[in-house]
């Protein structure tokens, strides 16, 4: 079966600073998405970034980028220049065409 | 432009009881999705549809759980027979239905927190 596993129950980065959240996948699908998700304590999941399988480059969204390991199947988020507002939960999620599996989650608390 | 929006926010009642959440997914997405979350936890899928079609449903808890969404529009997710154990926040998303499946970007409504006592 797919499995998405965070490794990282916790992190803390100062604001301003860069950090990484780590993300790995197992499946045998040629075809999927990856995606990174953002819940504040408020409760709603907020779409942050998707990379596609057989996509070359490596996805960005402002400040947020994907570190895309395909033959290491590895889906590492970065956030660039860490602000207060950044402090929530954040999944990781693996998709294909009759599957959605999300990872158990970190939380990352920025602190000033 | 709205976003996804689930009604009611928030939900007790007692085991044994039915209850209905409702989805209004974005206007133009063809695809709607429902999820589980217990606390601590990521979302758990639970069924998707395609327009009024549900095209994957064997991951629907048990069968005291059912989905519908009979105009392609809006969709309701019915709880029978409530116990304690379903007690989680249910979400809902929805996507435009280009790509293959729950393969492309789904953007979530607030969730339904239930609790049952």
């Known amino acids: 079966a797919q499995k998405i596993t965070q490794t990282q129950p916790g992190m803390f980065v100062q604001e301003k600073e860069a950090v990484t959240l780590d993300c790995t996948y197992d499946t045998s699908d040629p075809s999927y998405g990856l995606f990174w998700y953002k819940q504040p304590s408020s409760g709603e999941m907020i779409f942050l970034i998707y990379q596609g399988s057989y996509d070359q480059q490596n996805a960005t969204e402002g400040r947020y980028s994907l570190n895309f390991q395909k033959a290491r199947k590895s889906a590492n988020l970065v956030i660039s220049a860490s602000q207060l507002g950044d402090s929530a939960m954040y999944f990781c999620?693996?998709?294909?065409?009759?599957?959605?599996?999300f990872g158990a989650g970190t939380r990352l608390t920025v602190k000033p | 432009d709205t976003g996804v929006s689930q009604d009611p926010r928030h939900k007790i009642t007692k085991r044994g009881q039915n209850v209905t959440f409702r989805c209004d997914p974005i206007s133009e997405h063809n695809r709607l999705y429902w999820y589980r979350q217990t606390l601590g936890q990521g979302p758990e899928f639970l069924t998707y549809f395609q327009n009024e079609a549900q095209l994957e449903k064997s991951r629907l808890l048990s069968d005291r759980f059912s989905a519908e969404r009979p105009k392609g529009s809006f969709s309701t997710l019915e709880i029978q027979r409530t116990e304690q154990g379903d007690s989680a926040m249910y979400l809902c998303?929805?996507?435009?239905?280009?790509?293959?499946?729950?393969?492309?970007?789904?953007?979530f409504g607030p969730g339904t927190r239930l609790l049952v006592l």
């Open positions: 998303a929805s996507s435009p239905g280009l790509a293959g499946g729950p393969r492309e970007t789904q953007y």
């Open positions: 999620a693996w998709g294909d065409n009759n599957d959605m599996r």
